[in-house]
């Protein structure tokens, strides 16, 4: 049975119009409301007001907004911070998916074995930035390793799907993240010889395949919709 990734869309980025004498004043302004850095406040002017036939200077009606939603700004801050700290040369770069991805040379020592230091990165920063946690996580990668991960996934479900059908009974999976859960649910969505669902309760909240009776599915049964995965 699927159920829902929890992946909502990406936050709306916020804006506000505000009169200025400068675009470093906008910024500076900008950085004060959201509490972030200047350079991570863009600025477009929408108008321009000289005083005096321009004697006295001008001031500008702008728009100010973010350059990413506020609490994935800051979760870059936030893990930035823990990287220093763990004195490992990485750095975070936030892309337009809402992925933050780890860049430099200590890929290896942050990735941990099987995921498990940059999933506990991932859940501290979600934590520390994200006021409710039902909505849109920030994720992370690492030197390709969702990718990696997706396909190993994806391979694992296909190798168990074989062996619930082959022993007649449901195969249970290892505890996986609500991400990792969704890989092994989409990647057996369309057999006509097994179903998954997820069971338990986080953070040990894990897969059963089962084999479906009867040599297929029921072409009255409800179809799968996101529901949490």
Not at 45 to 55: H, P, T, V, Y
């Amino acid at each position: 049975m699927m159920e829902n990734n929890g992946i909502n869309p990406i936050p709306d980025i916020e804006s506000i119009v505000i009169q200025s004498q400068s675009l470093d004043d906008a910024r500076q302004k900008g950085a004060e409301i959201w509490g972030i850095h200047q350079e991570d406040v863009d600025v477009e002017i929408l108008a321009e007001d000289k005083k005096l036939f321009g004697l006295l200077g001008s001031s500008y009606r702008v728009e100010i907004r973010p350059c990413a939603p506020i609490s994935y700004i800051k979760s870059c801050y936030f893990v930035n911070d823990v990287l220093d700290k763990m004195e490992l040369d990485l750095v975070p770069e936030l892309s337009e998916d809402g992925v933050i991805n780890l860049a430099g040379e200590d890929t290896g020592v942050i990735i941990g074995r099987f995921g498990e230091t940059l999933r506990a990165l991932e859940y501290l920063t979600n934590l520390a930035c994200h006021e409710d946690l039902t909505k849109r996580r920030v994720r992370f990668d690492c030197g390709g390793y969702r990718k990696h991960r997706e396909t190993t996934l994806t391979r694992l479900a296909e190798s168990l799907a074989r062996e619930a059908v082959r022993k007649g009974t449901p195969v249970s999976l290892d505890p996986m993240t609500s991400w990792e859960r969704r890989i092994v649910h989409l990647a057996l969505r369309d057999s006509k010889e097994v179903e998954t669902r997820s069971v338990g309760e986080e953070p040990a909240r894990r897969i059963l395949i089962s084999p479906v009776r009867g040599g297929g599915r029921s072409h009255t049964r409800t179809p799968r919709r996101s529901r949490g995965y």
